[in-house]
């Protein structure tokens, strides 16, 4: 796995930073839908990303749960898991 440099290990800092304020205002659900989360938890969302010119700050970061977390990056109809069937046909693997 790829270590972090310098800009990554500050962005993580400022995410750990702001990530119990978050918890505290979430309650333990999505802030997107209310919903409990499933086995993947709570994801740190950036409300406008950072390649975008978005910061870490508690006001651009909000905590949601795998499914709309999923449907908004993968923009899927439906939310659910990514299918990566074509991950492997672009690497010319087999699946397991």
């Not at 310098?6 to 505290?24: F, N, Q, V, W, Y």
């Not at 499933?38 to 740190?44: I, K, N, P, Q």
């Not at 990056?73 to 074509?86: C, L, V």
Request: hydrophobic share 25%; proline share 4%.
């Amino acid at each position: 796995m790829k270590s972090l440099g310098k800009k990554g290990k500050r962005d993580k800092a400022e995410l750990d930073a702001i990530t119990p304020a978050l918890k505290a205002k979430s309650g333990g659900k999505c802030m997107k839908c209310g919903k409990l989360p499933d086995f993947r938890g709570l994801s740190r969302h950036h409300l406008s990303y950072r390649s975008q010119g978005g910061n870490n700050s508690s006001e651009n970061v909000e905590l949601w749960c795998g499914v709309c977390h999923d449907a908004e990056h993968f923009k899927s109809k439906k939310a659910g898991p990514r299918d990566r069937t074509g991950d492997f046909e672009r690497r010319r693997m087999k699946p397991a």
